[in-house]
């Protein structure tokens, strides 16, 4: 089970990562494209270690 906290910054790294990922779909070949593509890859790094660290940190997610 995940408590609701999980949900919420899933939901925020989520939306995130598609605004992110559109804008890079959006401007694809430019450098603009670019630098979104790259933080769209960056927000799913720090959304995987930000659960990972919640999940041990907290009492209600195992
Ligand atoms: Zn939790």
Redesign the pocket.
Known sequence: M??R??DTLRAEFEREIAYFSGHSARNRGTSAGKASATHAIDARRNMARALST??ER????C
């Open positions: 995940k408590c906290r999980f919640h999940t907290c009492p209600e997610c």
